[in-house]
């Protein structure tokens, strides 16, 4: 068999447009163009926890790495869970279904004109038994910056108004299309250069689904988990107008008058139990620091 062919070949399992690449210490799916860069071990540094070429996000869980793959600029960073879950198990899954899913995710959003950052390989590496280490490689957001990074600039108002109309207009046309992101928050709605200015793209799609229909109380859920994530990093040092925020909602909430006296209700009521619970904790701790450096993005 000709070596090229035993290093990545395609397979019935594998989604359209994707390869099963085998490098050093993983097994991948990638695009045709990273194939061989992949199983040459270039993305293999991934797996490493401490490898220097991982930086501090600047918001959110993880180290990212921004890097080339055979030219293509891209970003690549381990899988790792959140909550108890996380403290226990860390980047440690049953299979490789999980990161696997994430290629049909952001296929189905592009589809829906959501946009998204392209999944050039995910690639998986056994732990022990049934458990794996999981790494995703995403093509860079040209000009990449997450709506924590935006809001530390303090752009001008004008700058700020499209950034946060468009903002709502994706996370409207997300659930519109039946898409419930699983950790909506400030890290993951990503700004970046596209033809008409400032685009925003929903991004680290772990865990996220898509429903028949995405009904009032999961809309409101996934508010008010961007909502916390904003007084969480953003606030303390960037508080938005009370203007902008109410651009933000009606931008949202488009000409449904009924929706938006709702949800400025019931995020009014869980700001409220932030102040009083969770705020004082993030102060205390400086945890509503979400941390420092670019590359954080993605």
Not at 41 to 70: K, M, N, Q
Not at 287 to 293: D, I, K, L, P, T
Request: charged share 30%; aromatic share 6%.
């Amino acid at each position: 068999m000709h070596a090229d062919d035993a290093a990545h070949r395609a397979r019935p399992g594998a989604p359209p447009g994707y390869r099963e690449v085998r490098s050093p210490v993983a097994e991948w799916m990638a695009r045709p163009e990273c194939a061989e860069a992949i199983a040459q071990g270039e993305a293999d540094f991934l797996f490493a926890p401490h490898d220097r070429r991982l930086a501090p996000r600047a918001a959110g869980r993880g180290r990212l790495a921004r890097f080339r793959i055979s030219g293509v600029p891209a970003v690549g960073k381990r899988a790792l869970r959140g909550g108890l879950l996380g403290r226990l198990l860390g980047g440690l899954y049953v299979g490789r279904a999980r990161g696997l899913a994430q290629i049909d995710l952001a296929e189905r959003l592009e589809r829906a004109g959501i946009p998204t950052a392209e999944i050039l390989a995910v690639g998986s590496r056994r732990a022990f038994g049934p458990l794996h280490q999981q790494a995703i490689i995403s093509r860079a957001i040209p000009r990449a910056q997450n709506l924590y990074e935006a809001a530390m600039e303090d752009a001008p108002w004008r700058r700020r108004r499209v950034i946060l109309e468009r903002s709502a207009d994706l996370v409207r046309a997300m659930h519109d299309a039946g898409f419930l992101h699983a950790d909506l928050n400030v890290s993951n709605l990503v700004v970046g250069e596209g033809a008409e200015g400032d685009r925003v793209h929903i991004v680290d799609l772990d865990r996220g689904r898509f429903l028949a229909r995405v009904r009032l109380p999961e809309r409101v859920s996934n508010l008010a988990r961007l909502l916390r994530s904003y007084e969480k990093w953003i606030a303390r040092r960037g508080r938005l107008s009370a203007r902008e925020e109410i651009l933000f909602l009606r931008r949202y909430c488009r000409s449904d008058r009924r929706l938006l006296r709702t949800l400025r209700k019931r995020l009014g009521r869980y700001r409220a139990r932030l102040r009083f619970g969770h705020r004082p904790w993030w102060a205390l701790t400086a945890s509503g620091s979400a941390g420092q450096g670019r590359g954080a993005a993605q």
